[in-house]
């Protein structure tokens, strides 16, 4: 089990200690949005070039953008380690995929709780992970969508049946109280944002995961 903890959540007053915080996790989660493929608008390539040298992590850039092939080199070029897009971009896909790939690193689609795994079931056996999206993209601290659980399952069941080696990330509104129902239902790795850096001692609350 991996967790990504989301940067989103973090104190952005003080992003080096918070990093700090969370050096027992092997990923960073970050969450990049446009203001326009969602209404909330986050944080620019900068933001990760300036905390790349702070942070041995894996920057996990989740793009919720419209556009993401205008995007991919400069957040992969500020650092980022993997990169996921959302399958409900009207981009062609297939070419923002290549692109990734061109780059050499590992990339995945997301899909919203409104959509069907068959959005993205075409692109599964090139993909490196799948990001289920178990809030609706845009605001961290919302509530978990149970209905998200069947949709790992499914994608579980896709991998096994194409022999295929993807990653089942999920995403949203996570928290020691249903991260084993998240994890028995196929989940590989789990982002966590507002239970980790909004809890009281956030580097407690990660080991609360790991320990659970
Ligand atoms: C929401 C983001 C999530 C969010 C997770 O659009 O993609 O990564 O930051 O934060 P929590 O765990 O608070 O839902
Ligand atoms: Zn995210």
Redesign the pocket.
């Given at each position: 089990m991996i967790i990504?903890p989301?940067?989103?959540?973090a104190d952005f007053t003080a992003l080096s200690d918070e990093l700090k915080l969370i050096e027992d996790a092997r990923w960073l989660?970050l969450?990049v949005?446009d203001g326009h493929f969602?209404p909330?608008l986050s944080f620019g390539p900068m933001v990760i070039e300036a905390i790349r040298p702070l942070s041995s992590h894996v920057f996990d850039t989740?793009l919720?953008v419209s556009n993401p092939e205008r995007l991919i080199d400069a957040y992969i070029d500020a650092g980022s380690d993997r990169i996921t897009f959302h399958g409900e971009v009207e981009s062609d896909i297939q070419s923002v995929l290549d692109h990734v790939k061109s780059r050499n690193i590992p990339v995945g689609l997301?899909i919203k709780p409104g959509s069907d795994v068959a959005l993205i079931a075409p692109y599964l056996p090139q993909l490196d992970h799948v990001?289920v999206?178990?809030?609706?993209?845009?605001?961290?601290?919302?509530s978990?969508m149970h209905h998200s659980l069947e949709k790992i399952s499914a994608l579980k069941t896709l991998r096994e049946n194409l022999e295929a080696s993807f990653l089942i990330v999920v995403?949203?509104?996570?928290?020691l109280e249903n991260i084993d129902d998240v994890l028995a239902a196929g989940a590989d790795v789990c982002?966590?944002?507002?239970?980790?850096?909004?809890a009281a001692d956030p580097k407690a609350a990660l080991k609360a995961f790991y320990d659970r």
């Open positions: 990504a989301s940067l989103l959540a989660h969450d949005m969602v909330n989740h919720m997301s990001l999206m178990s809030v609706e993209p845009g605001f961290g601290g919302q978990f995403d949203g509104g996570i928290n982002v966590v944002g507002s239970s980790i850096f909004k």
